[in-house]
Each structure stands twice: as structure tokens, then as C-alpha cells.
């Protein structure tokens, strides 16, 4: 048996969390669902969120993964032996993730490129569609692979799978301590350019401007809950997989109040220089925010590259700078997500790091290019959306109630927080997480459920158009239900190694 793995640094570790949490979630998603939800008063059930649920979850996942010392299957079967397969659901909804989640920076890598002299040309949205993607009619019909995506996509397989080879202190805690200062610096540089630009205070203004109307509506604080869940990594098993790699003595409470601060630091950077920047497009152009305001791909490949187009100068610059921002955020969220099946199937079957590496990245790479075929984009908006709505709701109400109230773990675990801290938690963390997350989470998968039930999925953000709600329901669901009961089915295969 290998010796289990362990972190070099305490900052290695903390970059490490802070490279899965900020993703390509706080550069595309934070600020459109920010302004969509109240603008400036969207921060109070934001904070609220982040306090209520975010940072404390991060806190249970980290002592489960310093408690137990193991990939999430092996954290929940030494926690309860029937509780296995919860790991490995969480563990395969995040191989889901990485299928789709390596090609978006695939597609970054391209636009990289083709900043280079401004590809995308004057339409950008056929451009990304037509000459990029090369989508089929159809929704849900193959094609053949696309090469511009097929290629890039390789690249980004054979970084991250050699990161991953690496091990973890030479390999994911140096990767991140590379991209994440390399990130933050870029990501600087455009926020600075962002809000010098004419213009730039309309977006601004347009984002912080209070819109207290609708502060009580549920759907505000369902998309708050939802938003601090995906963007903090959290209940997807990656928080458990990289704490089980701290050495005895860390500090648990404090790291996950950085990792938690730090990500909504850099959301609301995210969100300046985005709406600065749309602030610039729209005075440019002579419309309103409402008209130039847009949330993932749309924003990324078909806004992004238009406003690049009105640069007053260096467009080449700000473009690659841009595009390099989402590669760098996307692969050190990628190599947490795949380290969650790397260390789950290491140990189920006593292999070594580099063959798990390889049988499971390698089976994720091979199903990754679906989404490189014309079409595939159907197939990725799909699984995005669904893994968005329910899988957030799902994994982290089961885990919640599962820790809370079945097993009654909540009094062991912040003890064991509080004896390694320095800030002790105490009723302010148990009443979080016993019952005002599985209140909300509760709330959010029924309102959920119901809306699907009477109306058919919710398409109103524009993507979806072109596909049935049948096929959603029915593609979403039969994945979601396949990953628990295989997650199951493999909680009853016996251990090849001896950890348990
Ligand atoms: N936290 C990442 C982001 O904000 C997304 C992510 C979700 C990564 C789930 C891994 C797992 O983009
Ligand atoms: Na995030």
C-alpha cells in the first residue's frame, strides 16, 4: 500500500480549494445571476447564503476528509458502512462534470488562439456557432467530431491527466500555485482596463444598483443558495477528497473561511469587470444594460468577443488575457473534479495512482468528446443545466440530512473542528447546517420537482430552445438516477485494499 498522500504546505492546500472554487461559475455565472436577482440588494441573501451554508459546509467536508482521511466513498463508508454509495453518486456526478466542464476550456483554449488576429470576426455569435462549433440542425443528433474542438481538448486532457499523474503535493498543489496567482494577476489587469473604459460606470451602476422588490421572493433565494453551492465546490466530493490529504495538525476552520472569502472576493471582481465592461458596450452602442447583459457561453463566445471588437486598443491583448483568465480558472477546477474519482478509484481497488488516472480520466476523455461532435453543444447545455437545477439541490440536501439527522454526526464533527482550530464553531454551525440549509435545500428541490411536474423544465434562459422537454426530463433524470444506483452497485464491491 502506497502511503497515503499529503499536501507540502498549509498554503498549497488553500490554494488548492480556492483553484476548484473559482471557476468558470464566478467569471459567467455570478454576475448575470447577481443582476438578475436584485442587483446590489442580491448581496444580502448572497452573504446569507455564504454564512448559512457555504462556509459551514465547507467546514463539515473538511473535517470529514481530516477525520477520515479518505476519497469520498471511503470517508462515507467509514463513517457508516451502508453509507458508501453516497460517495460514490457525489463521485459520479463529478465525473459527469468533467466530461462537459473540459470542453467549455477547450473551447477557451481556441478563443485564446484566435485572438490572435480576431477570428471571430464581425459575427460573432455565427462564428461561434457555424464556423466554431459546426452545429448540427438537430438537437440530440450526432455528428462528426469538430477538429477546432477535438484538438484543443486533447491539450487540455494531457495537462490535467499529467498534473493529476504527479501526485499531490508535485503535481495538483504546484499547478495551483502557479495558475492561481497567474489568474488573479490577469484577472487584474482586465478589471483595471475594464472599469477605465467610457462607459464603464453605467454597468456598474446597472449592477449595484438595490432592486429591493423582490428581496422576498423565494426564487431570489433559491438562486443565492444554488449559486454558493456550485461556486464553492461543495457536495460534489471534491472538498472531501483534497482535506483528506491535510496533514493531522491544520487548522480546519480557518482554511475554510479563506477558501470561502476568497471565492466571493473574486466573484465580485468578476462581476465589476464584467459589468463595467458590458457598461462599455452598451454606451458604445446606445442601449441599455438589459440589452447587452448575458450569463455563460453566450457571454464568454458571442458577447465577450463583440465588445473585444470595440477595444479602443491592444484588442489582441485583452482578448488572449480574457480567454487565458477562463483556462486558468476551468483546469485547476478540473483537476479537483477528476482527483475525486482518481483517489476514489485508487483505493476501492488498490491501484496506483497513475493506472487510476488513466482508466478513469482516460474513460472521461473518451466520453468528453461527445461534446467535440457537431451537436454536442445540445448535449452539454443539457447536462449543464440539469446537473445545475437538481444535482446542487440533491447531493447537498442528502448529505445534509444524511450527516445531520440519520447519523448525527454534527456534535463528533465540531469537536474534532474545534480541536484543531483556532476558531471554534458552536451553535452558529450546527444550527446552519441541522436546519436552516436542509430548510432551504429542502425548498429549492420540492419548488423544483413541483415547477417540472406542472409547467415542463423552465427554458426561459434563450439555450434550450430547439429541444423537447422530454428530452431534458428524460436524458437528465435517467443519467442522475443511472449515476446513484451504479454508485450503489459499487458500494457493494469488496475493497481490494485493506483501508477500510
Ligand atoms: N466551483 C466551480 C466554479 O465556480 C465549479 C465547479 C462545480 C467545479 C462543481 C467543480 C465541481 O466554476
Ligand atoms: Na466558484
Redesign the pocket.
Known sequence: MEERSQWGTRAGFVLAAIGS???L??IWRFPAVAYENGGGAFFIPYLFALLTAGIPILIMEFTMGHKYRGSAPLTFRKINKRTEGIGWWAVLVAFIISTYYSVIIAWAISYSYFSFNLAWGEDTEGFLFGDYLKLADTPGEFGSLVPGVFIPLIIVWIIVLGVLVRGVKRGIEIANRIMIPTLVVVFLIIVIRAVTLPGAITGLDAFFKPDFTEILSPTVWVAAYGQIFF??SIAFAIMITYSSYLPKKSDITNNAFITGFS?SGF?LLAGIGVFAILGFMATSQGVGIDEVVAGGVGLAFVVFPAIINEFPAFKEFFGLLFFLSLVLAGLTSLISIIETYVAGLSEKFNISRTKSVLFGGGLAAILSLIFATQGGLFFLDAADYFINQFGVAALGLVEVILIAWILRKLGVFKSHANEISDIRIGSWWTISIGVITPIVLGYMMFELLRLNITKGFDTDTGNYEGYSDAFIMWGGWAVAIGALVIGIIFSFVKWKSNET
Do not use: P
Request: aromatic share 0%; charged share 10%.
Open positions: 472554487a473559482v471557476g461559475g464566478n461556486s464553492l471565492n466573484e
